[in-house]
Structures are given as C-alpha cells and as structure tokens.
C-alpha cells in the first residue's frame, strides 16, 4: 500500500536544480535545491494534475 510507504516520492530536475515532491499522505514539495518558483509551481501543477497515475505507476514499480 502507497499509504504505508516511506519515502514515496517523485523527482523533478531541471539544468538548474531539483526538486522532490512526497506523494504520500498528499502531494505537497519536499525539497528543492535552486528551482524557482516559476520552475517549481509547474511541476507542482502537472504532477497534481496526474497524482492518480504517479501513485500507480509508484506503487507498480515498488511493490505497493
């Protein structure tokens, strides 16, 4: 279950830094490392906008 993961996330890069956001228990910014705010609300947007299809696609790959 993705809910009982540690750690379940999703990376976000650019030439000019990262960023990871934590999927669980909701989509929210975990770290950022010299992305913008214009670099970051994107990804924020788009990632919330596909969460459902993240979380599977997490869960398939790790064994959720």
Excluded: C, M, Y
Aim: hydrophobic share 40%; charged share 25%.
């Amino acid at each position: 279950n993705l809910g009982e993961q540690v750690g379940a996330g999703q990376d976000a890069a650019a030439d000019d830094g990262e960023a990871k956001f934590w999927l669980v228990p909701q989509l929210e910014l975990a770290q950022n490392h010299g992305l913008t705010p214009i670099r970051i609300n994107p990804a924020l947007r788009i990632s919330r906008e596909h969460q459902d299809e993240i979380r599977a696609a997490w869960e398939k790959h790790f064994g959720g």
